[in-house]
């Protein structure tokens, strides 16, 4: 390849396809609205599959790295109905293929193990066009810079996405509201153990309240429910103690331990709305442009997101260093496998959202969680 990749977004799937092209002695540019590594919170515990994001990390040279980062225990799996009742419970042997990291540690070895300039932090995308022959255009604040290769991986709004698809992302009914107990084993020991050493899922139709143990005892909690934006918009979420009251209101008859992951939050509620793309989004081949990660396949939360990004860049990254001298080559091949990858891991991520919505919720959960455990490869 005679001219460096230029990435937009400085998220996991970007990160990856720089480390996997720089593995392979290519250079690229990574583009980051962001201002440093540290300007927000990165999320909370990732659980890495070996079916897809572990694949990424090893052609990416880093999973000695990985493996130092993960937090044992924390495959362990537990549903529970409203009142606190256990319903299913799998311990973690160590044998499961998904562990789990924090996502910040996750950003972190994949941009220490790039060379110091890759990412280039403050840099907002306003716009992006064509030039023909395959070059972009890529316009910021401070100035733009013209590409011959150019990659979206700048997620749910991406501002490269519009050279491609006129596609946008629509929200799907259903929003998380996000909040934490620090040092829960101590005080808060009754919804510390309700949790458990790992994940925990109490479903009910169109709600939920599902909470992860993550370092130490800090519980990340994410309370489900389906409702319209208008009336989350209804709720001031600058008022953390009236949005908690209204949003623990619609759990009125559940065990207390679970309300507490609301009612007792240390953090102010969080509201984070859910869009997705068309499942199956795709898009006619042009030169010298391609997306990854959800700037091309955005789904609700399905578990795959992180690592279906990843996935792209990795392959992505494989492709360009492969098809060096004929770059087109390598995103047709890189795009036929992601649309279709994608597709079918959205249609079964929406599969989720109906049983949440349905009137057995629990069980039906719990179906498919032994059906997922009996089939670790089926992605």
């Keep these: 390849m005679h001219s460096p990749v230029t990435i937009i977004g400085a998220g996991l799937g970007g990160l990856t396809l720089a480390r996997v092209l720089h593995v392979h002695g290519m250079p690229a ?17 990732l659980d890495i599959h070996d079916y897809n994001g572990q694949l990424a ?28 009742t256990v319903l299913f419970d799998k311990t973690d042997d160590g044998t499961g293929g998904r562990p789990e990291v924090q996502r910040g540690d996750l950003r972190q070895i994949l941009l220490d193990s790039l060379p110091a300039g890759t990412v280039r932090w403050g840099h907002k995308v306003s716009g992006a066009r064509a030039l023909g022959e395959g070059r972009h255009e890529v316009t910021f604040a401070e100035g733009t810079i013209v590409t011959n290769l150019l990659v979206g991986a700048d997620g749910a709004w991406s501002r490269v996405r519009p050279l491609l698809s006129t596609a946008t992302p629509a929200y799907t009914g259903m929003s998380f509201v996000e909040t934490y107990l620090f040092d829960a084993d101590t005080r808060h020991p009754a919804t510390a153990k309700a949790v458990g050493g790992g994940s925990m899922g109490a479903p009910a139709p169109g709600k939920a309240i599902l909470a992860h143990r993550e370092r130490g005892g800090t519980l990340h909690a994410y309370v489900a429910l389906t409702e319209p934006q208008d009336w989350f918009a209804a709720i001031d979420f600058t008022d953390a103690a009236a949005a908690g009251a209204r949003i623990a209101r619609e759990f009125d008859d559940w065990a207390p331990e679970l309300t507490a992951l609301i009612t007792d939050s240390d953090t102010a509620p969080v ?20 997306l990854l990660g959800d700037a091309a396949h955005l789904s609700a939360p399905n578990g795959e997101g992180a690592n279906l990004a990843m996935y792209d860049g990795a392959e992505l990254g494989q492709a360009i260093a492969a098809h060096a001298d004929d770059i087109e080559a390598a995103l047709t091949e890189y795009e036929q496998a992601m649309f279709l990858r994608s597709a ?11 049983i949440l919505a349905g009137d057995n919720t629990a ?3 719990i179906n498919v969680l032994v059906e997922d455990e009996q089939t670790p490869m089926n992605r």
């Design 29 to 45: 540019t990574v583009y980051e609205a962001e201002a440093s590594p540290t300007a927000r919170a990165q999320g909370g515990m």
């Design 57 to 84: 990390l090893e052609a990416a040279g880093l999973m000695d790295e990985f493996r130092g980062l993960v937090l044992e225990g924390r495959q362990a799996m537990r549903v529970l109905d409203r009142d606190g």
């Design 271 to 290: 509201l984070r709305p859910f869009y997705a793309l068309p499942i199956g989004h795709r898009w006619d081949r042009l030169p010298g442009v391609t």
């Design 344 to 354: 079918e891991v959205a249609a079964e991520g929406a599969e989720i959202y109906e």
């Design 363 to 365: 069980h039906s959960l």
